[in-house]
Nanobody
Framework: QVQLVESGGGLVQAGGSLRLSCAAS????????IGWFRQAPGKEREFAAA????????SYADSVKGRFTISRDNAKNTVYLQMNSLKLEDTAIYYC????????????????????WGQGTQVTVSS
């Protein structure tokens, strides 16, 4: 098991930016695919972005494509989610998730494929 701690959430005006971080407590971080998911009030958790173990592959939900960028620094055991041009509908709790894939360098976009989850960080976008 790996512990994940999200940070960087907060209150921002529409059109603004935030950068979320997900720090992992494992020396094998480079073998983990990472995903960002979000859950808005009254809605189901949904996929936002994912990155492969090396960072060479990324995937985005259509709703965030072109506005969000996922990246990772394996030396710091951290994945980032840069969120620009934020909209009211981006308001949610954002969770990072991890799944060890060994030497497979691929993204995973389904929540069911992840077995390690952080506690989440609140992002609130105001008008």
């Amino acid at each position: 098991q790996v512990q994940l701690v999200e940070s960087g959430g907060g209150l921002v005006q529409a059109g603004g930016s935030l950068r979320l971080s997900c720090a992992a407590s494992t020396r094998a971080f480079g073998s983990y695919a990472i995903g960002w998911f979000r859950q808005a009030p009254g809605k189901e958790r949904e996929f936002a972005a994912a990155i492969s173990r090396s960072g060479s592959s990324t995937s985005y939900a259509d709703s965030v494509k072109g506005r969000f960028t996922i990246s990772r620094d394996n030396a710091k055991n951290t994945v980032y989610l840069q969120m620009n041009s934020l909209k009211l509908e981006d308001t949610a709790i954002y969770y990072c998730a991890a799944r060890s894939l060994g030497y497979i360098d691929a993204v995973r976009a389904q929540a069911a494929e992840y077995n390690n989850w952080g506690q989440g960080t609140q992002v609130t976008v105001s008008s």
